[in-house]
């Protein structure tokens, strides 16, 4: 093709000489001519340059210009859907060829081959916190959307406090740079990110059977920092198939957070003793139940990270005022007094009546019973005697201090002491058969103002 060109013009050359050889001034402009037109052709047809991405031949073109208008066409495309600038990261060379006849690659070839192998980094915002690059988003403002949120992040948000003031401890710039375009990340992930501190995920499947215990150790952490990434495990109940992330997170920032929470605060009641003489010196009772009060309170709370920090009480108004509890205590001491009614000692038979037995005047009852049987006191009061006396062998006196004295006699054991109160129906001995006496029983009297009365006289 190009020769048969160069050929054509060639031939209107010789035709050109041979017509106005007697006119040498046109013969001049019409070699300038052909010496244009050639150049011309020579340029439009016999040039080509082989284009090189880093190193590796994508096709042939005719002039650079050619190929800059494809790459252009190309980032102009990734501009419109990264809505960014765009830098082609490759090292693009032409190489030119000589001769003739080259096989110019079509330009949508070019295209297309070049669309899939271009490395190109896109115009973005990096967040660097404290000197490190924490986080990267398309632009200047999605970068200011993510520091804003991140600060607010840790809020309450429980309808209960208002945020007034957020701010994060370190240092943070937001830089312009050119990057790969997987570095970029939408605002939520850029927020997580900063949020967890690390781009890395590790999430882990509870099995069957496993335990907070066995999936900390068995990944090397321990159950608090696995509690810690996971803030949603509540008194350490696990499912089967729930998903355990594994990173414990440790943000890049530290957010301060000033909130101004408004709750109630119950107040304790105080509790005033009184001394009741109707109870025993044991015996308590609730007279009259105190209730709390209830006091309005509005505070600044400061957080770190959502941990709280300091809490400031700014206004506190009680709204209800606890009530005093009222106890009363008794002073009564132990008994000593009897009742005046007696309690019948102990199970048996009776076996000898009071008064003249003989020549002998019985002072009591015999109650005959097995070694052992327990003796209770008949009614209450002090001992004053517990101990072995002559014919009544292990005896023990009690004053019920209302003038009668009772008598319990031939004890095998004795169970209280000189002094002591006892109750009425408290056990106070076991039957046996000491002193005078010809088997075991027990010997039962009850004096009134010192002379042995009928006992038989209170049990009718
Ligand atoms: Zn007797």
Redesign the pocket.
């Given at each position: 093709m190009i020769q048969e060109e160069n050929e054509t013009s060639l031939v209107k050359f010789t035709k050109l000489v041979s017509k106005y050889k007697k006119n040498p001034y046109i013969i001049g402009i019409a070699v300038a001519l052909v010496i244009l037109i050639s150049t011309i052709s020579y340029y439009n047809f016999n040039t080509a340059f082989a284009v090189e991405v880093d190193g590796v031949e994508i096709g042939i073109v005719k002039n650079k210009t050619d190929f800059k208008t494809v790459i252009n066409e190309i980032t102009d495309e990734l501009k419109a859907e990264t809505g960014s600038d765009v830098q082609v990261m490759d090292k693009v060379e032409f190489k030119k060829m000589k001769g003739f006849g080259h096989n110019i690659t079509p330009e949508h070839e070019l295209k297309d081959c070049l669309g899939s192998m271009l490395k190109y980094n896109v115009k973005a915002a990096v967040i660097v916190v404290s000197g490190q690059k924490a986080a990267c988003v398309r632009d200047k403002d999605a970068a200011e959307n993510v520091i804003e949120k991140v600060k607010t992040s840790f809020a309450r948000n429980d309808g209960k406090s208002k945020l007034e003031e957020a701010e994060i401890e370190e240092e943070i710039v937001v830089k312009e740079d050119f990057l790969a375009p997987e570095e970029i990340l939408d605002e939520e992930n850029a927020i997580a990110n900063i949020i967890r501190g690390t781009d890395e995920i590790k999430v882990h499947k509870v099995k069957k059977g496993e335990s907070l215990w066995t999936i900390a150790r068995n990944n090397k952490m321990t159950v608090g920092d696995l509690k810690k990434a996971n803030p949603q495990i509540k008194n350490e109940l696990i499912r089967d198939g729930q998903e355990l992330n594994l990173i414990v997170p440790k943000p890049y920032v530290n957010v301060i957070t000033k909130e101004v929470v408004e709750y109630n605060e119950s107040i304790p009641f105080t509790t005033k003793v009184e001394r009741d003489s109707n109870l025993w010196s044991w015996e308590t009772r609730v007279k009259k139940a105190g209730t709390r009060g209830v006091k309005e309170i509005k505070a600044m709370v400061i957080c770190k990270n959502g941990v709280e920090t300091e809490r400031e009480i700014l206004e506190e108004k009680i709204t209800k005022e606890p009530s005093a509890q009222i106890v009363s205590r008794g002073t009564k001491s132990a008994p000593s007094r009897g009742t005046g009614r007696f309690l019948w000692p102990v199970s048996g038979k009776i076996t000898?009546l009071f008064g003249k037995r003989g020549r002998e005047y019985?002072?009591?009852?015999?109650i005959g019973a097995p070694t052992g049987t327990y003796v209770k006191a008949s009614d209450s009061g002090t001992v004053t005697f517990a101990g072995t006396s002559g014919n009544y062998g292990r005896l023990v006196k009690i004053d019920h201090g209302n003038g009668y004295v009772t008598y319990y006699?031939?004890n095998s054991k004795l169970l209280v002491s000189r002094n002591e109160k006892v109750e009425k129906g408290q056990t106070i001995a076991r039957v046996g058969s000491t002193g005078r006496s010809t088997g075991p029983?027990l010997?039962f009297?009850i004096r009134k103002n010192g002379s042995p009365i009928n006992p038989m006289g209170f049990f009718r």
């Open positions: 000898s019985h002072t009591g009852v015999d006699a031939h029983h010997h009297e």
